[in-house]
């Protein structure tokens, strides 16, 4: 199983500001990897797919970057929206895994 | 608007059994994988079972593999969980989600909640 390991697990931003988050995978996932994005009681939202392809709708603002083990997700000038749970996914082998989350909070 | 919308959670003893739908509507159900994945209390999110779009693969966590089975009824557009020998450690929001052919998922439902306790 690929384990997958967020950092940090909680970032406080202001508005404004820019947040960088990581991702790592236990062994290459190539560039197999998504972003999501889940706020309370809603559905996730799938934000970045192939590692650096924005999902339809997704604001210029989330970037995703890295290949292999090394992953980061970037969010440019956070607005209010943004504060939320991020979670990174592997579906470069069985059993699919999410990372534990990171919380962009104020 | 593509949707998905699970149905059938609830209040369930420990070992007892639970089925789970998901109807998809907007778009064509037949093309797309369909996943399952689950959100314990304070938790994260946590894959649980997959299929592909015919139906001839599934795919489980080994957290639920022996006791949780995936299927679909494309002529009906739903996607089915059923769980059984159910414990504590199952209790969680369970969410629909179509799946890209490469398995990250796209379109996501608002989830239903399943509670395990006696």
């Known amino acids: 199983e690929v384990l997958m390991t967020q950092s940090p697990a909680t970032l406080s931003v202001s508005p404004g500001e820019g947040a960088t988050l990581s991702c790592r995978a236990s062994q290459s996932v190539s560039t197999n990897l998504a972003w999501y994005q889940h706020k309370p009681g809603q559905a996730p939202r799938l934000l970045i797919f192939?590692?650096?392809n924005r999902a339809t709708g997704v604001p210029a603002r989330f970037n995703g970057r890295g290949s292999g083990t090394e992953f980061t997700l970037t969010i440019s000038s956070l607005q209010s929206e943004d504060f939320a749970v991020y979670y990174c996914?592997?579906?470069?082998?069985?059993?699919?895994?999410f990372g534990g989350g990171t919380k962009v909070e104020v | 608007e593509v949707q998905l919308v699970e149905s059938g959670g609830g209040l369930v003893e420990p070992g007892g059994s639970l089925r789970l739908s998901c109807a998809g509507s907007?778009?064509?159900?037949?093309?797309?994988?369909m996943t399952w994945v689950r959100q314990a209390p304070g938790k994260g999110l946590d894959w649980v079972s997959g299929i592909s779009a015919s139906g001839d693969s599934t795919y489980y966590a080994d957290s639920v593999k022996g006791r949780f089975t995936i299927s679909r009824d494309n002529s009906k557009n739903t996607l089915s969980l059923q769980m059984n020998s159910l414990g504590a450690e199952d209790t969680a929001v369970y969410y629909c989600?179509?799946?890209?052919?490469?398995?990250?998922?796209?379109?996501w439902g608002k989830g239903t909640t399943v509670t395990v306790s006696s």
């Open positions: 989600a179509r799946a890209d052919f490469f398995f990250y998922m796209d379109v």
């Open positions: 907007r778009f064509t159900f037949k093309n797309y994988p």
């Open positions: 192939g590692a650096f």
């Open positions: 996914q592997q579906y470069h082998n069985w059993p699919l895994t």
